[in-house]
């Protein structure tokens, strides 16, 4: 989906992006790959603010945002998109003017709303990339179950009080091997029964901890749209805040009824 259209770095961009032109990795070509991208960020939270505030810094040409609520007090521990000056204000809305503050070469496209399986397809499927920024198991099972219907990749990712994890999901495709890539329900066949996590207001949350897993989120979607590196598909990696340690599990694809001979 990605428009090849309007592909030219103009000098001021070129000068804002030397340091990424300068890697060989990425050069002209990656940094024009990251201005014709879309990515779609669900959540303008904790998770979505250091996702959004990178990806505008890097270049991508296109953010969505969906998000229905309004900054409080308590979002800015963590939120730091966000400023006191705008408590009240829709997220959306005050993402948009911090990213215009980073990047104005960036288009936002605000979305003020919950997403939901009436909306989820028509939104997802404009864009190239979805991120989940969400903090809740209704959300991450509805996204991954659209994503795979629309075939868009998804960086899902979720946080607990002093720990996170991160993984890429394209299971509509297939690995070098041939192998189908896993799904969201690979790795989390079900949801937890209601009420068996306490939820961030109840549980609370490391204020630096979404800045970790969203930069590794944020550095995801660059890999995807570049073609650098290896993404974290079939991977879900894990961060300890207390141990500064991290893991990598590994995880595949299960035996689908359709796969039976």
């Known amino acids: 989906m990605i428009d090849e259209q309007n592909t030219a770095l103009s000098q001021a961009e070129i000068e804002r992006y030397a340091r990424h032109i300068i890697l060989g990795e990425i050069g002209g070509p990656g940094q024009q790959?990251?201005?014709r991208a879309r990515v779609l960020v669900v959540g303008a939270?904790?998770?979505?603010?250091?996702?959004?505030?990178?990806?505008a810094a890097s270049g991508v040409g296109t953010l969505g945002i969906i998000d229905d609520d309004r900054v409080s007090l308590s979002n800015l521990q963590r939120q730091i998109i966000h400023s006191s000056d705008l408590v009240g204000s829709a997220k959306v809305e005050s993402a948009a003017r911090a990213i215009a503050a980073i990047n104005p070469?960036?288009?936002?496209?605000t979305h003020e709303t919950r997403i939901a399986r009436e909306n989820a397809a028509d939104l997802l499927r404009r864009y190239d990339i979805i991120v989940d920024g969400s903090d809740n198991f209704d959300t991450r099972y509805l996204l991954?179950?659209?994503?795979?219907?629309e075939k868009r990749p998804l960086i899902s990712a979720a946080l607990g009080r002093f720990d996170g994890s991160v993984t890429t999901l394209m299971p509509y495709a297939a690995n070098p091997a041939g192998e189908a890539n896993p799904s969201y329900r690979d790795l989390f066949p079900n949801p937890p029964p209601p009420g068996l996590l306490p939820a961030c207001a109840e549980a609370g949350v490391l204020g630096v901890l979404p800045g970790v897993i969203g930069t590794l989120q944020a550095t995801e979607v660059i890999k995807l749209i570049t073609g650098i590196g290896e993404p974290l598909i079939g991977r879900l990696l894990l961060y300890d805040a207390l141990t500064s340690r991290f893991e990598t599990i590994k995880y595949k694809a299960r035996?689908?009824?359709?796969?039976?001979?």
Request: with cysteine; glycine share 10%; charged share 30%.
């Open 33 to 35: 790959k990251l201005k």
């Open 144 to 149: 991954a179950d659209i994503c795979l219907e």
């Open 255 to 261: 035996k689908r009824s359709d796969d039976a001979a």
């Open 45 to 55: 939270g904790g998770l979505g603010a250091p996702v959004l505030q990178y990806l």
């Open 105 to 109: 070469h960036v288009t936002v496209e």
